[in-house]
């Protein structure tokens, strides 16, 4: 398999993209800056422990609207990590910006989170079981195709990678699982709107995405044996993929920032590369309508 990795030796955080670049980030592959550190301040290396976390919450959140959430301590602290965090986001903003110029008018921001949890550690049903291939789909949350762009940076400060597994192109994995699919009903999908197991209409894409997720997951031989290769991203690196197409597992590492974003499909470079389009090709038909009654 040819790496689905691509490197960049860019220290800026302001580096010009490439045509080849976004080519590679809109068909799967992901960007890795190797040199790109986010630099944490002396003040802020007490915040690098794991007790820092709410116990209840899964990650430290930044809201849109700049309020914290699943960090304990005083205000001292929660004012120190909201502006660590405020920092990254900023920073995140500023590549993304200067890599995908066409995609900032787009763009819809999501929470902030900081991750200090060893990965190693969690205890998690498979479902939700992040070391192993998946593409990201959120059962409660349909997005009718919109993609999922994420910015990683590896903070940890006693120099260990945070290593990923990234498996084989998105279209590839899709003609092995979706012949696997359940059908789709949208009388089931109005139900569970209406009980508000999702918070709007399930689409058939979402279902379908779902279905790659969970299939991908469910499949130890999959797992195993699917073409894939072990990438250590070292402490002071940053990365870049579309999470819902960018085939990966998340093996070992901790203390580790992350930024998400939200794209409309119609709004990529390449439109025909995205996961919405892939799906309505291969499976002849359109897959995000939303029903009007």
């Given at each position: 398999?040819?790496?689905?990795?691509?490197?960049?030796?860019?220290?800026?955080?302001?580096?010009p993209g490439?045509?080849?670049?976004?080519?590679?980030?809109?068909?799967?592959?992901?960007?890795?800056?190797?040199?790109?550190?986010?630099?944490?301040?002396?003040?802020?290396?007490?915040?690098?422990?794991?007790?820092?976390?709410?116990?209840?919450?899964?990650?430290?959140?930044?809201?849109?609207?700049?309020?914290?959430?699943?960090?304990?301590?005083?205000?001292?602290?929660?004012?120190?990590?909201?502006?660590?965090?405020?920092?990254?986001?900023?920073?995140?903003?500023?590549?993304?910006?200067?890599?995908?110029?066409?995609?900032?008018?787009?763009?819809?921001?999501?929470?902030?989170?900081?991750?200090?949890?060893?990965?190693?550690?969690?205890?998690?049903?498979?479902?939700?079981?992040?070391?192993?291939?998946?593409?990201?789909?959120?059962?409660?949350?349909?997005?009718?195709?919109?993609?999922?762009?994420?910015?990683?940076?590896?903070?940890?400060?006693?120099?260990?990678?945070?290593?990923?597994?990234?498996?084989?192109?998105?279209?590839?994995?899709?003609?092995?699982?979706?012949?696997?699919?359940?059908?789709?009903?949208?009388?089931?999908?109005?139900?569970?709107?209406?009980?508000?197991?999702?918070?709007?209409?399930?689409?058939?894409?979402?279902?379908?995405?779902?279905?790659?997720?969970?299939?991908?997951?469910?499949?130890?031989?999959?797992?195993?044996?699917?073409?894939?290769?072990?990438?250590?991203?070292?402490?002071?690196?940053?990365?870049v993929c579309?999470?819902?197409?960018?085939?990966?597992?998340?093996?070992?590492?901790q203390y580790?920032?992350?930024?998400?974003?939200?794209?409309?499909?119609?709004?990529?470079?390449?439109?025909?590369?995205?996961?919405?389009?892939?799906?309505?090709?291969?499976?002849?038909?359109?897959?995000?309508?939303?029903?009007?009654?």
């Amino acid at each position: 398999m040819e790496s689905q990795v691509v490197r960049i030796e860019s220290r800026d955080w302001s580096v010009p993209g490439t045509d080849a670049w976004r080519a590679a980030l809109e068909g799967g592959k992901v960007l890795f800056f190797p040199n790109l550190a986010f630099e944490v301040q002396p003040d802020e290396r007490a915040l690098l422990r794991p007790d820092i976390r709410d116990p209840g919450a899964r990650n430290i959140s930044l809201n849109v609207d700049g309020s914290l959430k699943g960090a304990v301590g005083d205000a001292t602290t929660q004012a120190q990590l909201t502006a660590m965090i405020t920092r990254f986001r900023a920073q995140a903003l500023g590549l993304i910006e200067a890599l995908l110029p066409h995609y900032t008018s787009a763009l819809r921001l999501a929470p902030t989170s900081y991750r200090p949890m060893q990965v190693e550690s969690r205890q998690q049903s498979w479902r939700a079981d992040d070391r192993r291939l998946h593409v990201d789909a959120f059962p409660s949350r349909p997005n009718y195709g919109e993609r999922i762009l994420r910015v990683f940076a590896n903070v940890n400060p006693d120099g260990a990678p945070r290593v990923w597994r990234v498996g084989e192109p998105f279209e590839a994995m899709a003609r092995k699982f979706l012949p696997r699919a359940k059908p789709y009903s949208a009388w089931q999908a109005k139900v569970l709107q209406a009980l508000r197991v999702t918070k709007s209409f399930r689409s058939e894409y979402d279902h379908l995405m779902l279905q790659l997720h969970d299939g991908m997951k469910g499949d130890l031989e999959y797992q195993r044996t699917s073409p894939q290769e072990t990438v250590p991203f070292p402490a002071g690196s940053v990365w870049v993929c579309f999470s819902d197409q960018a085939t990966h597992a998340v093996m070992s590492g901790q203390y580790m920032l992350e930024q998400t974003l939200h794209l409309p499909a119609s709004h990529a470079y390449d439109r025909e590369a995205s996961p919405l389009a892939i799906l309505t090709r291969l499976t002849g038909r359109p897959l995000h309508g939303v029903p009007t009654a």
